[in-house]
C-alpha cells in the first residue's frame, strides 16, 4: 500500500485565490511526522511546513497552512493568497521513527494571473 | 552560499564509465540522504548516513556506491549504469532529531545514461 497518497496530478489556481493540495497517509507508527515541500522548476525541493502526529493544533508558516485530520490520516496543504511565484510541484512527505521518509508523487500547482 | 550543493548539476554517461556525485552541506546537520527522483514516480530514498554511518539502503543496486567522509561531505559513485538510471538524484541534510525540521535539499544532479 502506498504510504502517502496525493490524488491531484494537477490544480490551477487564480492568483490571490486560496488553494488546497490533498494529502492521505498509511501508517501504524503512533509517531510520525507529515511534511510539505515545493519543487520548482530548478528542481530543488524546498521544505514549506512540518506537523508532528502528537501535536494538538495544525502548523501555520505564513501563507502555508497544513489541515491536519488524524482520524482520517490525511494533511493537506492550504496556501492562502496565492501568487504567481507559487506555481510549482508540491510533494507531502511523512517520516516515521528512524530516518525513513515517503513521499507522494507531486501535485502540480499553477497560478493565473 | 546555498545550505547544499550538489555537483555536477547535469551528468551525461555511458553504460560503461565511471562518475560521482558530489554533495556538500554547510548547514551542521548530522544526517545526509541520497535519493532518485524519476519523472512520475514518488521520489526514492536510497541511502541515509547518520553520523557518517550508513542507517538505510533501501535494495539500492551495487552499481550505486555511496560514501560519507564525514558529516558535511557526500558522494554517490556511479559505475555500469542503465538508461533506467536516469533520473534526477537529489541529496539532502537534516538534524538528527528532526521534529519541527524538515530536510534541506540540494538543486539535485539531473543523470542521463546513454
Known amino acids: 500500500a502506498q504510504k502517502i497518497t496525493q490524488t491531484q496530478p494537477g490544480m490551477f489556481v487564480q492568483e490571490k485565490e486560496a488553494v488546497t493540495l490533498d494529502c492521505t497517509y498509511d501508517?501504524?507508527?503512533?509517531?510520525?511526522?507529515l511534511f510539505w515541500y515545493k519543487q520548482p522548476s530548478s528542481g530543488e525541493m524546498i521544505f514549506l511546513i512540518y506537523?508532528?502526529?502528537?501535536?494538538?493544533q495544525n502548523a501555520t508558516e505564513g501563507r502555508y497552512s497544513l489541515n491536519f485530520q488524524k482520524a482520517r490520516k490525511s494533511a493537506n496543504l492550504v496556501i492562502s493568497a496565492s501568487q504567481l511565484g507559487d506555481s510549482a510541484m508540491y510533494f507531502c512527505?511523512?517520516?516515521?521513527?528512524?530516518?525513513?521518509?515517503?513521499f507522494g508523487t507531486g501535485t502540480s500547482l499553477t497560478v493565473i494571473p | 552560499e546555498t545550505g547544499v550543493t550538489q555537483t555536477p548539476r547535469h551528468l551525461v554517461m555511458g553504460m560503461t564509465n565511471k562518475k560521482s556525485l558530489k554533495c556538500e552541506q554547510h548547514?551542521?546537520?548530522?544526517?545526509m540522504y541520497w535519493y532518485k527522483q524519476s519523472a512520475k514516480k514518488p521520489l526514492e530514498l536510497m541511502f541515509v548516513?547518520?553520523?557518517?554511518?550508513?542507517?538505510e539502503n533501501n535494495s539500492v543496486p551495487s552499481r550505486f556506491s555511496p560514501e560519507c567522509p564525514n558529516s558535511s561531505h557526500l558522494f554517490l559513485h556511479l559505475h555500469t549504469l542503465q538508461p533506467e538510471d536516469s533520473a534526477l538524484y537529489l541529496c539532502?541534510?537534516?538534524?538528527?532529531?528532526?521534529?519541527?525540521?524538515?530536510?534541506?535539499f540540494g538543486a539535485g544532479t539531473r543523470l542521463s545514461v546513454l
Open positions: 539532502a541534510s537534516s538534524q538528527e532529531r528532526w521534529e519541527g525540521q524538515g530536510q534541506y
Open positions: 501508517t501504524s507508527d503512533p509517531s510520525y511526522g
Open positions: 506537523q508532528g502526529s502528537y501535536d494538538q
Open positions: 512527505a511523512m517520516r516515521e521513527g528512524g530516518n525513513q521518509f515517503y
Open positions: 548547514l551542521g546537520h548530522n544526517a
Open positions: 548516513y547518520n553520523f557518517k554511518e550508513q542507517t
